[in-house]
């Protein structure tokens, strides 16, 4: 199955992988019901989750019922835990870069968040948009997402500085991004082109770097205020074992 899922990501464009999944996730969902992991998004449980991963797979991470895996189920615990998103009383402008399946409907539906989608590819974008010249006015937004963007954009200062130019001031954004904290400081290289290589060294064949320690301080410098946010850390260790997380893996919680 790990060869299979690994030779899909990587011969499927993605926007074409997001269509197709919609008519697949229902049926896995039905084959591989059980008991053992549960996904917190929509509160289903399964006998395994599904392996993941465009170079090395890992094993029991993408749920069958919302096709999130542990970035997004954290993101979710923390929201519904730890922040207003779901019950504020007054409505929030909120900014989602290339959502992602899980969250795109759930959001939409919610009467307490003026939401707007973008990027430049997904299908699901209201707006088609470059993240380093957003179409949008200065302090725009009480809350901006953007996960698992940032490492493919080559300038990444130049996105950064436009997320904090749409945030009011006051606002919240989070911006999780693939992370390998034994480094003290990110790793980039142009003269990789090899698919498969960049797969290897960078996780994903269109990943431009890997992002170390430094990618907090990177954030503080275009001005934001950043909480490193060890979120697993707060919740039972049998429950991040359930919901299938990735211990240790830090929320960047950015303020303007």
């Known amino acids: 199955m790990k060869k299979i899922f690994k030779f899909i990501l990587n011969t499927i464009p993605r926007p074409i992988l997001i269509r197709l999944s919609i008519v697949v996730r229902p049926i896995l969902a039905f ?21 993941y991963g465009y170079g090395n797979q890992r094993n029991n991470v993408l749920s069958p019922s919302t096709l999130s895996l542990e970035r997004h189920r954290l993101l979710w615990l923390y929201l519904q835990n730890e922040t207003d998103f779901f019950t504020a009383t007054i409505k929030k402008k909120v900014l989602h870069f290339a959502p992602e399946q899980e969250f795109y409907k759930r959001f939409k539906k919610q009467n307490n968040i003026d939401y707007t989608t973008t990027d430049l590819l997904s299908p699901l974008a209201d707006v088609k948009a470059d993240i380093c010249n957003l179409p949008f006015e200065d302090n725009a937004y009480d809350l901006i997402l953007c996960n698992h963007v940032l490492e493919h954009i080559p300038n990444d200062t130049k996105a950064m500085q436009e997320l904090y130019r749409v945030l009011k ?7 999780q991004i693939p992370q390998d904290l034994s480094r003290e400081t990110t790793f980039s290289d142009d003269t990789i082109v090899d698919q498969k290589e960049r797969a290897r060294i960078f996780g994903q064949y269109d990943h431009v770097r890997v992002y170390g320690r430094d990618y907090f301080d990177k954030l503080r410098s275009v001005g934001f205020t950043v909480i490193e946010e060890d979120y697993t ?24």
């Open 31 to 51: 084959i591989l019901k059980g008991n053992r992991f549960t996904d917190p998004i929509d509160g289903k449980s399964f006998r395994m989750f599904l392996p």
């Open 169 to 175: 001031p006051g606002g919240m954004g989070i911006f």
């Open 233 to 256: 850390n707060k919740i039972a260790s049998e429950l991040v074992e359930k919901y299938c997380l990735a211990k240790g893996e830090i929320i960047p919680v950015c303020f303007k």
